[in-house]
T-cell receptor, first 115, second 114 residues
């Protein structure tokens, strides 16, 4: 069965510093991979997705992620964090085994941004 | 184009009551998914529906939970005889198709069972 691991529960980054959030997945075939962001009390907003092709994916709000098959990873990066980026970030893998896109989510990483 | 709409945003029920959660998908989307987020956890898939059909309910508890997506109107997630362990955020997502399409999420309904 597919699974997603986000090893960091909390991360604190200074405003203006770079950010990398880790995501490792377990899936037998080429996965569909997603990063979503959830602000407090809000729903999930899609940051970026990887289906195929270029392994470096650009998303909204200056985020990017790199798919590394050899490491089963899809880490999220941003070169310079803004205070408004403080939120919870979820990595998800989409499974097509069932004929539709069933998303399996990691437990999330809460990003805190210090002044 | 309005996003996925869910209501109510917050719902408080006493143990034993029924909770009814509604989801209106994005315009043009005929595929709806329900996920549950327990405190301090990620989202867990519950059920996938198309209009008038339940396609996959493998993540739904066998008892007390049901879902529907009628020909007209929103999708409904119904929880009968709620218990404290049902307290969670319930998210609905929609997509235009089932395969390879991005799921767009609503703001969620936060259910509190007293």
């Amino acid at each position: 069965a597919q699974s997603v691991t986000q090893p960091d529960i909390h991360i604190t980054v200074s405003e203006g510093a770079s950010l990398e959030l880790r995501c490792n997945y377990s899936y037998g075939a080429t996965p569909y991979l997603f990063w979503y962001v959830q602000s407090p009390g809000q729903g999930l907003q899609l940051l970026l997705k990887y289906f195929s092709g270029d392994t470096l994916v650009q998303g909204i709000k200056g985020f990017e992620a790199e798919f590394k098959r050899s490491q089963s990873s899809f880490n999220l990066r941003k070169p310079s964090v803004h205070w408004s980026d403080a939120a919870e970030y979820f990595c998800a893998v989409g499974s097509m085994n069932t004929g539709f896109q069933k998303l399996v989510f990691g437990t999330g990483t809460r990003l805190l941004v210090s002044p | 184009n309005a996003g996925v709409m869910q209501n109510p945003r917050h719902l408080v029920r006493r143990r034993g009551q029924e909770a009814r959660l509604r989801c209106s998908p994005m315009k043009g989307h005929s595929h709806v998914y329900w996920y549950r987020q327990l405190p301090e956890e990620g989202l867990k898939f519950m059920v996938y529906l198309q209009k008038e059909n339940i396609i996959d309910e493998s993540g739904m508890p066998k008892e007390r939970f049901s879902a529907e997506f009628p020909k007209e109107g929103p999708s409904i997630l119904r929880i009968q005889q709620v218990v404290r362990g049902d307290s969670a955020a319930y998210f609905c997502a929609s997509s235009p198709g089932p395969s390879g399409d991005t799921q767009y999420f609503g703001p969620g309904t936060r259910l509190t069972v007293l």
